[in-house]
């Protein structure tokens, strides 16, 4: 008998680690299926309370680690990062998943199965935000960019950011498996129907309000995508043929009706402080004309910079990239200031990479922009993902989004996370030209910044007195 329960119970920790972690593989990476990544961890918490702490974490470990290699490709293959490195990027969701499950199990154990089903997400979203404070590569890995073609959903970032949305694919798998488990008392098991039923319906209520919100106004953008050769010096023959290729695409895009246009990151190199030929077909045409330079020529170093050039000015408005990437990018001093253009729509300037840092947002969201203009460069398979990473900045924080990148996305989106117009320069040149909605609002996170994750982390402190200090509840 004994023999006979060990092999169900074997059967099922291998049947439950292999779901998780091809939900988790499917459900996050550079091209999830985001209703796989709200049932990743219920396999594995649906075990926890039938199975040795040892099993479990070794369960949840080997889900996540293998789950995590969807990334491999991308990391050693395109990237090119060392196997150590990648290795690390493969063992930490292991452990936290593992740590999830083990706190998970030990307060459902215990008879605390409300403090139970809150255990899993306060614990994953701490470990996250504890992360983007001391990460080079800011909220890279967040769960919650599973969820970017989820509009209703995505719409919570406005509130809480994404530490909202992380909270909630994890709370929904954590509450159905308290649901659904006889070692949970009655109550507790009716506390985890009434939060999936109030967190999923107050999400969704709010999301489907404010994508039907009506826009303010509107602004016709054009992106533009060369790509190659790869960023030549203006004072060469191949930097010249290039500035044609770009004058002639510029052309198009204002006849199309744009009237701001942007190229992708570090197009052109120069020392010089000005490009006479964009300044002359910005007056010409009557645009914004947004382009990025590799600009040499600076007293303060070379830049990484984002230059627009608008009718009538031959010197132009410029910003330089704050977040640079390590090892990539090390021969750029990195800029620290923001750069609003004058005018209405209030429009700000940032750089690919920029994107995936909050304070960007933040501090945009401080000056009222309603539009950044965002050329960027990406590495080809993650033009997706990383464009959504943008996305995500400008649901938090209110404003729309033009992104050019090369090797990437060219994307325009609204505040609300929609892509109105979008087409891929990850193999051939691209353009596009579409109508972006624009609003004038501030929301919830851009006034409050992280206090859901402030919220988090109190309440996992009070969680870990429940799970280590408060006695177990009888039965």
């Known amino acids: 008998m004994a023999s006979s329960l060990d092999s169900r119970r074997l059967i099922a920790g291998l049947a439950a680690t292999a779901l998780s972690a091809l939900a988790y593989g499917f459900g996050s990476g550079l091209q999830p299926l985001p209703w796989l990544t709200w049932l990743a961890p219920l396999p594995l918490a649906m075990l926890a309370p039938h199975v ?44 936290v998943l593992a740590l999830c499950l083990l706190f998970f199990r030990r307060l459902l154990r215990r008879g605390h199965g409300v403090a139970a089903m809150l255990a899993m997400p306060a614990l994953w979203v701490a470990i996250e935000y504890a992360n983007t404070q001391t990460s080079p590569h800011g909220t890279f890995g967040s769960l919650a960019y599973s969820q970017m073609d989820m ?66 106004g509107s602004i016709k953008i054009g992106l533009a995508s060369i790509e190659k050769p790869v960023r030549p ?55 914004l004309l947004a382009t ?31 977040h640079l990437i390590p090892g990539f990018e090390n021969q750029y001093t990195p800029g620290a200031t923001y750069t609003m253009l004058d005018g209405s729509p209030r429009i700000g300037l940032a750089i690919c990479k920029d994107m995936d840092f909050h304070d960007i947002g933040r501090a945009y969201a401080d000056r009222q922009a309603q539009l950044l203009l965002v050329p960027a460069w990406d590495f080809g398979v993650d033009g997706w993902f990383h464009g959504r990473m943008a996305i995500m900045r400008g649901v938090e924080s209110g404003f729309a989004i033009a992104r050019a990148a090369r090797a990437g996305r ?37 006034q409050w910044g992280d206090w859901f994750a402030w919220v988090d982390l109190a309440l996992l402190a009070i969680l870990l007195v429940w799970a280590f200090v408060v006695p177990p509840r009888s039965n």
């Open 52 to 95: 040795k702490a040892r099993w479990l974490a070794l369960a949840a470990f080997v889900a996540g680690a293998l789950g995590a290699l969807n990334q491999w490709h991308y990391l050693h293959g395109v990237i090119g990062l060392p196997v150590p490195v990648i290795a690390l990027f493969t063992v930490l969701p292991g452990v």
């Open 151 to 216: 509009l209703p959903v995505l719409q919570l970032a406005s509130i809480t950011g994404l530490w909202g949305i992380g909270f909630l694919l994890l709370l929904m798998p954590a509450a159905l498996a308290v649901a659904l488990t006889r070692k949970a008392a009655p109550h507790a098991r009716l506390a985890a129907v009434a939060a999936m039923v109030v967190a999923m319906g107050a999400t969704l209520a709010y999301g489907y309000a404010r994508l039907h919100a009506p826009a303010t």
């Open 233 to 287: 010096a203006l004072s060469v023959p191949e930097g010249q043929a290039l500035l044609e290729r770009y004058l002639a695409a510029i052309d198009r895009l204002a006849a199309g009706g744009a009237t701001v246009i942007v190229t992708p990151e570090t197009a052109f190199a120069t020392g010089e402080t000005t490009v006479p030929a964009f300044a002359e077909a910005a007056r010409r045409h009557g645009v």
């Open 292 to 322: 990025g330079i590799d600009a040499k020529g600076g007293a303060d170093g070379e830049r990484n910079a984002q230059w627009v050039f608008r009718p009538g000015l031959q010197s132009p408005a410029t910003y330089a990239k704050h």
């Open 410 to 446: 060219l994307t325009l989106s609204d505040d609300r996370g929609r892509v109105v117009a979008e087409a891929s320069s990850e193999q051939h040149d691209a353009e596009l030209v579409g109508e972006l909605p624009l609003h004038a609002s501030r929301t919830f996170y851009a």
